[in-house]
Each structure stands twice: as structure tokens, then as C-alpha cells.
């Protein structure tokens, strides 16, 4: 039976997205629209103005921007599956229920926690995005799975037959440590880590594989674009793969190579970061032509500024800020190493 929190939570994203359906996807001139059909309005205002940087600010990673002690992923799915997603995430997976929020009159998101940062539940795949979970995560390009770990595989155990799904088969990693390979009812993978020390709903945070199509230029995009902490390659025998893992104080990325000529899903999931100055991680990827997804907006109502950018393979790397304080080539330094 589910829990009248689950059940609340699925209802109240339910009616958002019944809510989000009736609105016209048109958007106003000035307007901007989001891969969930969200209309946000154009932030090209607030960008720095040509000039006003220097080449050490502009060729900068975003690292120094942070202000998350990790990053935050989004997971989108069919509107069909909300009440399975719900009950999977908050009972099997036992992450902790947040408020599910109202970005826009066209746009509510359920939230749950893991750790300092957050996994986001989006129903639907509206966007000019591509879709393909089909084969697990060998068989795409893309975010393919998330990582969460548990201290007890007993407790995970029944919480999945508890909740009416199948129970994880767990191989043992040879380190002291336990994964198994699941879905959720949307077909994304979800691997579950038991290890010793671990936190209960993987509150030590989430990790995310992304199967990319070139090492190299992912593995640069995420060194020395994005920032984050580059740490030794590792072999998940589980998965059968060799990982390279980047860190974000509690967020670690996977990227792995799969095969050749894997199809792209660029739409089943992404990465957002909390930045300090949306309109400078703007400008830095602009100095390095990272492609843009979303260009520069704003959102009045949540004083919320965002960008929407792709790594190599299209994965969306989403900077948000709440609130503004700019910096300019006078005052701001060579940016500072964030602490970790």
C-alpha cells in the first residue's frame, strides 16, 4: 500500500502535469522555452557586455562559481508512469520526499533529496530532445544511470518487494562493497551500491554514468569547462565497465565508453549546478563555443537566472543562480580553486 505522502506527492505532480498540457507552448515575444515547454523570459540583458571580461576570466573553468556542496540531476518520463516513478523513488529507493515546486504556470517538478543536492522528477518529454533507453546502459550515449548507495541490501530488499517491485540482485564488488542493476518504471538504469559506512537514502549523495561517444573531449569538457575534481579510473565489476569519475563534493559523474555508433538520448536525464553568476558561466562557455540548449533567461518569480548548456555527446550541464551579483574584469580576481 503507499504511503499518503507517496501518494499526495504523485497527486500533486499529476495535476501539474494535466495543468501544463491545457497551456499553449507558444511563447510570448521576449520569451524563451525550457525542454518541459516552461517559458521563461530572455536574460540577454544581464549578459556581460563584450569587453567587460578578461581572457583569464573568460578561459576559466566554472569551478569558482559553485555554491552547492554538489549538483543536482533531473530525470524526465512519460506522464503515464508518474504514479510508478513516485512510489519507485520515495518507497523502493527511500529517498527523502521535498515539496514538490511550481516553476511556471506550466511546469511543476517533484524533488527528492540525496544529501545536499537533489534528484528531480519531471513528467514528460516535451523539447527538441532525443529519447532512448531501449538496450540499458551499454546501449546509448547519454546520462544512463544514476548511482545511490545503502548501508544494509536487506533494508533495500524489502523496501523493493514492499513496494511491489522486483528485488535487486546484488554482485559482490570485491572491495567490500555490493551493486546491483535496476530500472526505474521509466526504463532508466539505477545502480544500487551497498557499502559499508554508507548513509540510509543514499544521502551521501548520488552518482551519475554518462556513456559518452569520445573520452577525450568528454573527459576535457568536464576537467576543464565544468571544473570538477578529476580522480583515478576505477572498474565497476558490476557494470563490466571502466569508469572516470569527476567530483563534485557529493556528486561523482561516471563517464564510461560503451561501443560505436550508439544512439543519443539527450533527454532522459541532466545535470544542473547552483552557481554564484549564471550570466559568467555564460560567457565562459561562449569563449570555448560550448553549444547552447537554452540561451541566458530569467525567471521573475523565483529571481532565478539560468543557462542550458551540452557537453559533447548533448548531455545538458544547467547552471542556475538564485539572484545576481555580478562581477566585472575590474574587480573580480583570477578565480579562486573552490573548496571541495
Do not use: C
Request: charged letters at 20%.
Amino acid at each position: 500500500m503507499m504511503r499518503k505522502s507517496t501518494i499526495l506527492l504523485a497527486a500533486n505532480l499529476l495535476a501539474g502535469t494535466a495543468f501544463a498540457q491545457a497551456q499553449t507552448a507558444t511563447p510570448a515575444p521576449g520569451r524563451i522555452t525550457t525542454p518541459e515547454g516552461a517559458q521563461m523570459d530572455s536574460g540577454a540583458d544581464l549578459a556581460y557586455k563584450p569587453g567587460a571580461l578578461t581572457r583569464t576570466q573568460l578561459m576559466s573553468s566554472t569551478r569558482d562559481l559553485f555554491v552547492q556542496n554538489s549538483a543536482n540531476v533531473f530525470r524526465r518520463f512519460p506522464p503515464d508512469k508518474t504514479a510508478q516513478m513516485v512510489k519507485f523513488y520515495v518507497e523502493a529507493l527511500a529517498l527523502k520526499s521535498l515539496n514538490p515546486i511550481q516553476l511556471t504556470s506550466t511546469q511543476q517538478m517533484l524533488l527528492t533529496g540525496v544529501g545536499s543536492g537533489q534528484i528531480k522528477l519531471s513528467a514528460g518529454t516535451q523539447g527538441d530532445r532525443k529519447y532512448h533507453l531501449e538496450g540499458g546502459y551499454k546501449a546509448g550515449t547519454g546520462i544512463r544511470y544514476f548511482r545511490l548507495t545503502y548501508p544494509d541490501a536487506a533494508v533495500v530488499t524489502k523496501r523493493f518487494t514492499d513496494a511491489g517491485f522486483a528485488a535487486p540482485r546484488f554482485i559482490d564488488q570485491g572491495d567490500g562493497s555490493k551493486a546491483a542493476m535496476v530500472t526505474d518504471p521509466g526504463g532508466f538504469g539505477i545502480e544500487v551500491v551497498i557499502k559499508p559506512g554508507a548513509k540510509d537514502g543514499s544521502n551521501d549523495g548520488v552518482g551519475v554514468g554518462i556513456s559518452v561517444s569520445n573520452l577525450e573531449k568528454s573527459r576535457g569538457f568536464y576537467r576543464e569547462f565544468v571544473g570538477l575534481d578529476e580522480l583515478p579510473a576505477i572498474k565497476d565489476k558490476a557494470l563490466g565497465l571502466t569508469l572516470y569519475p569527476y567530483r563534485r563534493g557529493e556528486t561523482m559523474l561516471y563517464l564510461y565508453r560503451a561501443g560505436e555508433n550508439l544512439p543519443q538520448d539527450n533527454g532522459s536525464a541532466g545535470i544542473q549546478y547552483v552557481v554564484s553568476d549564471t550570466p559568467m558561466a555564460a560567457a565562459r562557455g561562449a569563449a570555448r563555443n560550448i553549444p547552447i540548449e537554452t540561451p541566458l533567461n530569467k525567471l521573475r518569480g523565483f529571481d532565478l537566472i539560468t543557462i542550458w548548456l551540452n557537453d559533447p555527446d548533448g548531455v545538458t550541464n544547467y547552471y542556475a543562480q538564485i539572484a545576481r551579483k555580478p562581477a566585472t574584469a575590474a574587480t573580480a580576481a583570477v578565480p579562486a580553486r573552490a573548496p571541495n
